[in-house]
């Protein structure tokens, strides 16, 4: 499709359980990011990878969170043993370039998680 | 850190009137400032920014002015349409090169015909 694509639009989890979110880029774009976006807040940084490797996790929460892009298109989050705090709509967002180059993201339209 | 202070929302208007919506921020250097917006079903998309002080950003009849002085970036637009009802977010770029937006809260604006 012409836009980043992210699946599931939502999930449904229980307390414990392993949770894995996808999200597919816009064709060529090299650079992708991951935020979350808490109810009433606006979007939190989490990690952005620059082709394979992820260039910046420091906002990813703890060690339960982790993200992959083993060919430098697609990207997963995992989320081990969920708990409830971790409901939110989790975004992705890709661009051509660098963020600092020109500062626009291509935003999908978010997975939104809740843990029960 | 760097932060961004939006006004709260819902803000409601009715059609062709003035829209403002503040923003403030919180940044060390000179970062860049954005506005995104968010229509309903849809993803975040770039509306406009500003890259230095006193650039002023626009697109769609959208303007926003970056104020050093004042460390603020207001959104405005003269006469606003039905479809403007959307959720705006200011956002800033750390001007040290990291990789990341910081986001306000999100203003929600509805406009009545």
Redesign the interface.
Known sequence: GA??SQTPSNKVTEKGKYVELRCDPISGHT?L?WYRQSL??????LI?F?GTGA??DS?LPNDRFFAVRPEGSVSTLKIQRTERGDSAVY?C?SSLI???ST????????SRLTVL | GNS?TQMEGPVTLSEEAFLTINCTYTATGYP?L?WYVQYP??????LL?A?KADDKGSNKGFEATYRKETTSFHLEKGSVQVSDSAVY?C?L?DSE??????????TRLTINP
Not at chain 2, 41 to 46: K, P, S, T, V
Not at chain 2, 97 to 106: E, N, S, T, W
């Open positions: 836009g980043v650079a990011y009433g807040q606006g979007p939190e940084f952005y620059q260039a910046d906002g975004l967002a660098l963020l600092g500062g626009e993201l291509f935003f999908g339209e978010g | 961004v860049s954005f079903g849809e993803g975040l998309q770039l920014k890259t977010f956002a770029s090169g990291a990789q990341k937006l910081v986001f306000g809260q999100g």
